[in-house]
């Protein structure tokens, strides 16, 4: 096989000509011997520092990074392979397959070949039920590995403790949680309306200077990791959190505050004038919600409508999309502002 032999001296020198030159043979490794090195290349060339030689032995071969395509080439048909969805949300050690209906007889391959392909995963599920009911909550179903719903996620510089199915928790809104904490002034009071297992608490605690944030969620079970979850992160002593329905929540609690998150989507605007009565004046309220780009102005009319009612004079700054639902409807959130 043909390579470049020189010193470990010029070695790196040498490999970088070789790169430069595109003659650098990418299936297999370098061979060192001593104080030389052999480089295996694609084609003879005359160059400073090395000689060309002809090696009797062969090199090692590269690992190359394998694909799901490639580990499942010989057992999927074509048609198959292109039926799995490429990206999967993994929330801690756990991926979360979205299996099609076509694929259901082959999803513990596809789960088993996913686990072999990704070291750090330890559990492959798919989605069974979607989040539904009041606390949002979902089912999965184990198809490989270690078998578990819970597991440690980490974003935006938190730990969160999580269980798949007890707990309200999508990964794919961690850029939001921290475009939010990103807008937090230091010493802010901030509330947190439905705060589920404490991500957007904790993102703004970790990314922010608050002088105290609230959190109000209605599942105990997530209420629990929330808990567990602050004194992890070891933010006990500016976080409060309550239990219970945000209705009945709000009047134990006798301040204001300078900016309430809203994230329930479905319904959130329901507890617009609950926010209202807890905001203070130049304070702002981050308000979740699907929605059809055509829906965007009769939703902002309904939010200045029950900002009307409530005797409340607003600004609605902005709105971003921050996750796609289907086409054309998003996760929209709006931003708006007490007037004083
Ligand atoms: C979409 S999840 C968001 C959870 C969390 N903020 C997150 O981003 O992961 C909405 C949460 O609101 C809670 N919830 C629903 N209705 C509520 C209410 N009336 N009062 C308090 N929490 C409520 C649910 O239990 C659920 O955990």
Do not use: W
């Not at 259901?104 to 989040?131: F, G, P, Q, W």
């Not at 079970?221 to 004194?231: D, L, T």
Request: one cysteine or more; a positive charge.
């Amino acid at each position: 096989m043909l390579a470049a032999f020189t010193t470990l001296q010029n070695a790196e020198k040498v490999k970088r000509f070789l790169q430069k030159k595109e003659v650098l043979h990418h299936e297999y490794l370098p061979l060192k011997e001593m104080q030389t090195i052999y480089f295996p290349i694609t084609k003879r060339i005359t160059m400073p520092n090395a000689k060309v030689v002809t090696t009797k032995f062969s090199f090692p071969i590269k690992k190359k990074p394998q694909t799901i395509d490639q580990l499942l080439k010989s057992k999927l048909t074509a048609t198959q392979l292109k039926l799995i969805p490429r990206s999967q949300e993994i929330i801690g050690k756990i991926m979360i397959l979205e299996v099609p209906d076509q694929l259901k007889k082959k999803e513990k391959l596809i789960a088993e070949t996913y686990l072999k392909l990704n070291n750090s995963i330890e559990t492959v599920v798919r989605k069974d039920k979607i989040h539904s009911g009041v606390y949002r909550t979902r089912t999965v179903k184990i198809l490989a590995g270690k078998r578990t719903k819970e597991t440690t996620h980490y974003e935006n510089g938190i730990t969160l403790q999580l269980h798949l199915e007890k707990t309200y928790y999508s990964a794919r809104t961690a850029n939001e949680r921290l475009r939010i904490a990103k807008q937090v002034k230091p010493q802010e009071d901030v509330l947190v309306m439905f705060s589920g297992a404490a991500p957007y608490v904790l993102v703004i605690a970790q990314n922010a200077r608050p002088k105290k944030i609230y959190g109000i969620e209605i599942n105990p079970m997530a209420h629990s990791y929330a808990g567990k979850n602050i004194i992890m992160n070891g933010f006990s002593s500016i976080v409060k959190l309550f239990e219970g329905d945000v209705r009945k929540i709000i009047p134990i609690i006798k301040k204001k505050f300078d900016r309430i998150v809203m994230p329930l989507p479905k319904i959130a605007e329901e507890f617009f004038n609950v926010a209202l009565s807890k905001i203070k004046p130049g304070g702002i309220i981050h308000l979740y919600a699907f929605l059809h780009e055509n829906e965007v102005a009769l939703y902002k009319k309904k939010i200045r409508d029950i900002a009307k009612q409530s005797k409340k004079s607003i600004q609605i700054q902005r709105y971003v999309k921050c996750g796609q639902f289907s086409p054309g409807t998003f996760r929209m959130c709006f931003d708006i502002k007490l007037k004083k």
